[in-house]
Nanobody
Framework: QVHLVESGGGLVQAGGSLRLSCAAS????????TGWFRQRPGEDREFVAD????????SYADSVKGRFTVSRDNAKKTMYLQMNNLRPEDTAVYYC????????????WGQGTQVTVSS
């Protein structure tokens, strides 16, 4: 069974940066696509970014393009989200998840990590 664990959240001032990590455990983890999502209080969870591990391809929500960068480390089975120029509206719980194939949805959700951006 595969487990995903997020880390790296915290409190930062507007304009600051954070780097989130999503570490996968389990011998059966075969990375296909992993993604970042976020959920603000009282709102639905929304897509932030995802990464196709091989061949490498990334995609982003319009709201984070140019500010966030998703990357992965094959050897460490870890995905990252570098978040720069953070805004108060980026405040949310950030989750990672994975797809096992092109036709599957996202699953194996992590527990989430809180990101709070103060103005």
């Amino acid at each position: 069974q595969v487990h995903l664990v997020e880390s790296g959240g915290g409190l930062v001032q507007a304009g600051g940066s954070l780097r989130l990590s999503c570490a996968a455990s389990g011998r059966t983890f075969v990375p296909y696509v992993t993604g970042w999502f976020r959920q603000r209080p009282g709102e639905d969870r929304e897509f932030v970014a995802d990464i196709l591990w091989n061949p490498l391809h990334t995609s982003y929500a319009d709201s984070v393009k140019g500010r966030f960068t998703v990357s992965r480390d094959n050897a460490k089975k870890t995905m990252y989200l570098q978040m720069n120029n953070l805004r108060p509206e980026d405040t949310a719980v950030y989750y990672c998840a994975r797809k096992v194939s092109a036709g599957s949805g996202f699953g194996s959700w992590g527990q989430g990590t809180q990101v709070t951006v103060s103005s």
